[in-house]
């Protein structure tokens, strides 16, 4: 029973997010291509909103954080320092009667048994052996797979390779993060930021997934918002429990409800990983991963100098001390932050007989901030005192015009894509130059002077 009311929920956001322009499947019209979206016209707004919210509160908000935006290629001795082209890979078999690819760490998981993508390979391909009989095939339900094997998931080019042979592949890259490394001496040398401090970045990564699956949770290309931020080497445990804090937070105060939100420790950490834990966020499919937070040593500075041949080591400027810091690491992907923000806000109130569907998302993330209706479109002196309220509040926010349909439609249009504020101008207005404004959650209904509009709704939003 419950598990039918999450695949409900799933299938109501999908529907939501296409009827509505939030996200549509990639190259469609062609038939689509798995593990790849679009984002339409008020989901550009959302994702836009998200990335805002992130980066004021992870750069602007922060005198010890910088941002930087690297270029996605880039050398491609960086993803054989980062191990990616040696073991970025997941393990994958397939269904002997129908072909359908799976990854066997997932499916170990979901009947019940430990596993994950960084056990040692020998160790993973045992467990499945062992209980493979018990996993069903997606797709026929049948119970014959091949044995286990390592699939990289580096996504592989050609830029500058004008042969055509593709002897000197580059890759897109596997995660965001790299670039951050990357940057780190150009920051250090070219800013005044000591350690400790961080970077920011927001950036696209692709991943040839084996199984992309529900919807925006796990697809090809994704972007993901990262923040490395650099200590002395073995100050790092307060740091990260701060580090971890902050991200938690930042949930929460954008509204996520903290019982769908819960922190998972690694129980497999990679060699150089001094500690690592998700946040898992209860998706309409159950708690998976939303981000990770990784205390990851000096690792990948210290690659990256061995790789690379450059210095990377800081000089402390009071001691002249040098080190190689270490790295706390935040890295969640957009998609599956969009996703969750999608799902705790997703509501059906009941009104009266009707059912309305609403987003009740934060004001700050909402793609359309105030929508303004005339009252009736057929008066031109209504029709015209909205335009003007609606011109000049579109210079300060996202604003929405409609004058179709009964008020009450326009109402639930905009609830739908989660507008918080409506404006309805009635005659009224033109005597006492007042609007109503109807506030999305309570429904409650106030009379505001047009002049006293834009900080009213300042105010409400902040
Ligand atoms: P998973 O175990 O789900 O494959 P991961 O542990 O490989 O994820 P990381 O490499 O740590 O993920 O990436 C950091 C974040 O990037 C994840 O927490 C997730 O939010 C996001 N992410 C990773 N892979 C995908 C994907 N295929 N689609 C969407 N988001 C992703």
Redo the contacts with the bound molecule.
């Keep these: 029973m419950k598990k039918e009311n999450q695949n409900d929920l799933m299938e109501k956001i999908v529907s939501l997010c296409k009827r509505r322009g939030f996200v549509f499947q990639g190259s469609e019209i062609y038939g689509g291509m798995a593990g790849l979206y679009d984002f339409g016209p008020y989901g550009v707004e959302f994702l836009n909103n998200l990335k805002n919210e992130w980066w004021k509160a992870h750069v602007q908000f922060r005198d010890d954080y910088v941002g930087i935006d690297s270029a996605m290629f880039k050398d491609p001795r960086v993803w054989e320092a980062s191990g990616h082209v040696g073991g970025f890979s997941d393990p994958l078999s397939e269904c002997r009667k129908c072909n359908t690819r799976i990854r066997v760490d997932k499916e170990l998981k979901n009947i019940g048994i430990s596993a994950d993508?960084k056990m040692p390979e020998k160790q993973l391909q045992e467990l499945f052996e062992k209980n493979k009989q018990n996993i069903s095939c997606p797709k026929c339900g049948a119970h014959d797979f091949s044995p286990a094997r390592s699939f990289n998931l580096l996504v592989k080019s050609n830029l500058g390779d004008f042969t055509g042979e593709g002897k000197n592949p580059v890759y897109l890259p596997g995660?965001a993060c790299q670039g951050i490394y990357l940057n780190f001496k150009n920051v250090v040398d070219s800013t005044r930021m000591h350690i400790p401090f961080g970077i920011a970045q927001i950036g696209k990564a692709f991943?040839n997934?084996i199984s992309?699956r529900n919807f925006?949770?796990?697809?090809?290309e994704?972007e993901?918002a990262d923040t490395q931020y650099f200590v002395r080497p073995n100050e790092n445990k307060e740091e990260y429990e701060r580090v971890k804090k902050n991200r938690f937070d930042w949930y929460v105060n954008l509204g996520i409800k903290a019982e769908n939100l819960r922190f998972v420790q690694h129980e497999n950490l990679v060699f150089y990983a001094k500690d690592a834990w998700?946040i898992e966020y209860k998706f309409a499919t159950g708690f998976d991963?939303?981000?990770?937070i990784h205390d990851r040593s000096d690792y990948d500075l210290t690659q990256h100098m061995k790789f690379s041949g450059t210095d990377l080591q800081y000089t402390d400027p009071h001691t002249g001390e040098k080190y190689i810091p270490w790295i706390l690491e935040t890295?969640?992907?957009m998609?599956?932050m969009f996703l969750a923000f999608l799902t705790d806000s997703y509501c059906e109130d009941k009104i009266g007989e009707d059912t309305r569907v609403v987003l009740k998302i934060s004001p700050k993330l909402s793609p359309i901030k105030v929508a303004v209706f005339p009252l009736l479109r057929n008066k031109p002196e209504l029709v015209e005192k909205a335009r003007q309220v609606y011109d000049s509040l579109k210079k300060e926010f996202k604003c929405e015009f409609d004058d179709n349909g009964n008020i009450g439609k326009r109402y639930r249009r905009q609830d739908e894509i989660g507008t918080p504020f409506c404006i309805v101008i009635d005659f009224d207005t033109l005597t006492d130059d007042a609007v109503t404004v109807r506030d999305r959650d309570s429904g409650e209904q106030t009379r505001v002077k047009v002049m006293e509009l834009q900080k009213y709704i300042k105010d409400k939003i902040n």
Aim: proline share 5%.
């Design positions: 993508e995660e991943r997934e992309p925006l949770f796990r697809t090809r994704m993901q998700d991963e939303l981000e990770g890295s969640v992907g998609g599956r």
